[in-house]
């Protein structure tokens, strides 16, 4: 089955930097990848996917970036903000079912 | 749409008393999942289906676990007898062909056995 690794476990950035998730997965098949932000006691909820023919999307200050060959793909956050303190998962969907990378909590300091 | 719909939102039960947790799909979504997550093991999935039927119940811990779905409308998740260690937040999500575009998340129930 597929296996999605995360990296890194945390993150601490300044308000105002960026930051960086990365996710490796390992099901080629694989075509769809969607990353959910999950604030503290809240649902996880989906914020930026890409598909497996598209390099890279953007969103405002969020953007996801996939390199097939690879097998891997990351989230990118530009000028952070308090508010983006949050667990970030990652997910890749082969198989009729997504699987979740295990989480980044990335906290903002002010 | 209120989107996927969980009840309880908060349980408190006794170990060995049975819990039943419901979720209520987005109309239209065809596939509908259960997750647990607690802080040492993460999301798990625990058992999802398509067009109601059970898929992929690999996940479930232990027999104490069920689940169903009798219609496209509603689903359970039963533990008997629970334990203390099935504490955690229960997600139900559920997603429109299989998750090739997205799952969207209940508000979960945080069960918590004493």
């Known amino acids: 089955g597929e296996n999605v690794e995360q990296h890194p476990s945390t993150l601490s950035v300044q308000e105002g930097d960026s930051a960086v998730i990365k996710c490796t997965y390992s099901?080629?098949?694989?075509?769809?990848f969607p990353w959910y932000k999950q604030e503290l006691g809240k649902r996880p909820q989906l914020i930026i996917d890409i598909r497996s023919n598209v390099g890279e999307k953007k969103d405002q200050r969020i953007a996801v970036t996939l390199n097939k060959t690879a097998k891997h793909f990351s989230l990118h956050i530009t000028e952070t903000q308090p508010e983006d303190s949050a667990v970030y998962f990652c997910a890749a969907y082969g198989n009729e079912k997504l699987t979740f990378g295990t989480g980044t909590r990335l906290t903002i300091i002010p | 749409d209120a989107g996927v719909i969980q009840s309880p939102r908060h349980e408190v039960t006794e170990m060995g008393q049975e819990v039943t947790l419901r979720c209520k799909p987005i109309?239209?979504?065809?596939?509908l999942f259960w997750y647990r997550q607690t802080m040492m093991r993460g999301l798990e999935l625990l058992i999802y289906f398509n067009n109601n039927v059970p898929i992929d119940d690999s996940g479930m811990p232990e027999d104490r676990f069920s689940a169903k779905m009798p219609n496209a409308s509603f689903s359970t998740l039963k533990i008997q007898p629970s334990e203390p260690r099935d504490s955690a937040v229960y997600f139900c999500?559920?997603?429109?062909?299989?998750?090739?575009?997205?799952?969207?998340f209940g508000s979960g129930t945080r069960l918590t056995v004493v």
């Open positions: 099901d080629s098949a694989s075509n769809y």
């Open positions: 109309s239209g979504h065809n596939s």
């Open positions: 999500a559920s997603s429109f062909r299989q998750g090739n575009y997205g799952y969207t």
